[in-house]
């Protein structure tokens, strides 16, 4: 399987760091072919801007989705985009590795995100009327790939619990995982989350080493989160509105994007 | 009243420019003083790196919350981050303009964020330990001071309505109005978000401008968010997690933080 890490760390000798090691050498010994976007290494750029697209002029007013749309489908996006989008389609599964930042990813993840994600590659993707709303959620290019999160945090488990102030790990991370994997058509693992990473000992690191290689092991076999495809039929369309009665009771939220087992 | 926006769209001329100049307009006529932040302008820097820690040196490990703590505390953060951070203690209402990119925010304002939330400023304020877990979640050093969002979104109303297949606005902002705004201490206003706005024809510009200046006439009487003070008594300490019995009936995930009318 060929297996694309995308990771966002300023610093290579970081516990992230030291955790994207663990990750390749298992990886590897399981056969896989591995490629790394180290996005500090690169010198990513973050900000999508005129430079982006070569064909708005000086004096012309950029449009972001038109002119990403154009470009794209014209093959003129900058070198260092096509690049990413190049290992994407080569990836059977993509790994996004990074810590949390202010409840979401660092700036230059989020970048890399922004850029890469070109219009008719992971949205505007698919006939888009009152009858289909394209192919997003579920569907689109990333279809029958998988990805999966790989997160390190400073805060405690109980802070992100159901109860917890930060509100429950899964709903911080679902702009992400629902909103940037699910979106292009990526099956979503579970995310991996560490913990209280600023106080590992040596024993504590070993042991969330060996929990992540083995998350890695079942990559090919373990079941995505059940996200409601788009066009499966459990959505109006085109209000995009869950049908009533396929909830929980009382169920509302996110949660509600998740089929009950 | 002193009102800081801070702007993150690439084109000036674009819709979000529009709403920024009835912002700029509507707040002066109201007698406020305003300071602008057009991240774009000001070429912002997004990736926080090695770069940002003067006092770090090339071959020591960047361990990113002791350095921005360090150079918080001794007055070297680099002059862009002091400039927005004195911009931010000017302040008495700080507003944050954008697109809504991929359920969150452009990362050149995500950068604003990771580099100016300094530790000492943003974050690790207050005493921290098993009783008092710092002054976090409505205290901290914006206390006092209020903010809002105003985002603009391609994507329809339905689509992010309690059922909508994007997840309900309010918590798809979650991870910025509770996680960038609430923890250093922000009272935080409902967001603003206009919809659809590719499509907007005159009249209906029209009509969002004048929505969004009735909005910024109650800057400063609109009652803000409900969210639960951290340590008001809500939750358990050092768990963090919310008391049993305070939130409605079956009500789970990111409502449970937002206090019940």
């Known amino acids: 399987m060929n297996v694309l890490i995308v990771f966002a760390h300023p610093e290579r000798h970081s ?9 390749v050498r298992d990886l590897e010994a399981q056969g896989h072919k591995v490629q790394v976007s180290d996005l500090y290494r690169l010198q990513w750029k973050p900000a999508v801007d005129r430079s982006d697209f070569p064909d708005v002029g000086q004096g012309d007013r950029l449009k972001v989705a038109s002119a990403s749309a154009r470009d794209f489908t014209a093959g003129n996006l900058t070198e260092d985009v096509k690049a990413e989008q190049e290992k994407l389609l080569w990836a059977d599964t993509v790994i996004f590795q990074f810590p949390l930042w202010w409840f979401s990813m660092p700036a230059i993840l989020k970048g890399w995100i922004d850029r ?7 949205y505007g993707v698919g006939e888009h009327n009152d009858k289909r709303w394209g192919d997003r959620y579920g569907e689109g290019k990333m279809a029958g790939k998988r990805a999966m999160l790989v997160v390190t945090t400073g805060g405690w488990p109980e802070h992100y619990s159901a109860r917890g102030i930060n509100g429950p790990i899964d709903d911080v ?12 058509g990526f099956a979503v693992l579970p995310s991996f989350v560490a913990y209280r990473v600023d106080r590992l000992n040596e024993a504590q690191f070993a042991d969330v080493s060996a929990q992540l290689c083995s998350r890695l092991r079942e990559l090919e076999t373990a079941s995505p989160i059940a996200y409601r495809n788009q ?31």
């Not at 890469?116 to 992971?122: D, H, M, N, Q």
């Not at 459990?234 to 994007?257: A, C, N, R, V």
Request: one cysteine or more.
């Open 116 to 122: 890469v994600y070109a219009c008719g590659f992971a």
């Open 231 to 261: 066009n499966g039929g459990d959505y109006q369309i085109p209000s995009m509105e869950l049908l009533e009665g396929l909830e929980k009771s009382g169920e509302t939220g996110f949660s509600l994007h998740v089929a009950a087992p």
């Open 15 to 23: 516990l992230n760091g030291a955790l994207l090691d663990v990750a």
């Open 173 to 184: 991370l679902f702009h992400i995982t629902h909103g940037m994997l699910f979106y292009p």
